[in-house]
T-cell receptor, first 113, second 109 residues
Framework: NAGVTQTPKFQVLKTGQSMTLQCAQD?????MYWYRQDPGMGLRLIYY???????DKGEVPNGYNVSRLNKREFSLRLESAAPSQTSVYFC????????????FGPGTRLTVL | AQRVTQPEKLLSVFKGAPVELKCNYS??????LFWYVQYSRQRLQLLLR??SRESIKGFTADLNKGETSFHLKKPFAQEEDSAMYYC???????????FGAGTILRVKS
């Protein structure tokens, strides 16, 4: 099993460009998450999907949109990238309910110039 | 509001010395606490959770509700323990996690 996979691994954008980060999991998990990791701030939740067909905002949703395409896939879109969105983005998944372990992808390092 | 505080950005210790990574939380409900670890060039992974009351790689953490703390401890640090450690809080709708800022542990030989 690959677990949680993310594409691309690295990306450089110019201000105003758009892009979609892809995430897929093969563990049959119900819940999926997108986080951003910034120095001194830890990981902050952008959006999450508790189950297929639902999405909800996290702590820092502004400037992002998500799509839960099916149970396996959860994408994150930046419609008009800004330098403040330079970060490392992590996707994660977990079973639903309780204190469930979240499984993380390898991350996407995004730089916005 | 839910909050996790890790006061130390960097903790540097010598091999064989005891380690304590501090974590304090703020949460009005019944918290579920975790420690996640990120080794160099590896993905973030669960180290331990309070509900399991287990010891992983020699690390333990006890939930102290009175002091709202969940400090991570190991009696004798090893060089392979060098990593970024995150304390995280759950118990929220959707199994969401709130992370602390993280502490870099460096174990020197």
């Amino acid at each position: 099993n690959a677990g949680v996979t993310q594409t691309p691994k690295f990306q450089v954008l110019k201000t105003g460009q758009s892009m979609t980060l892809q995430c897929a999991q093969d563990m049959n998990h119900n819940s999926m998450y997108w986080y951003r990791q910034d120095p001194g701030m830890g990981l902050r939740l952008i959006y999450y999907s508790a189950s297929e067909g639902t999405t909800d905002k996290g702590e820092v949703p502004n400037g992002y949109n998500v799509s839960r395409l099916n149970k396996r896939e959860f994408s994150l879109r930046l419609e008009s990238a800004a330098p403040s969105q330079t970060s490392v983005y992590f996707c994660a998944s977990s079973d639903r309910g309780g204190a469930r372990e979240q499984f993380f992808g390898p991350g996407t390092r995004l730089t916005v110039l | 509001a839910q909050r996790v505080t890790q006061p130390e950005k960097l903790l540097s210790v010598f091999k064989g010395a005891p380690v304590e990574l501090k974590c304090n939380y703020s949460y009005s409900g019944s918290p579920e606490l975790f420690w996640y670890v990120q080794y160099s060039r590896q993905r973030l992974q669960l180290l331990l959770r309070h509900i399991s009351r287990e010891s992983i790689k020699g690390f333990t953490a006890d939930l102290n509700k009175g002091e709202t703390s969940f400090h991570l401890k190991k009696p004798f640090a090893q060089e392979e323990d060098s990593a970024m450690y995150y304390c995280a809080l759950s118990g929220l709708v959707g199994n969401k996690l709130v992370f602390g800022a993280g502490t870099i542990l460096r174990v020197k030989s």
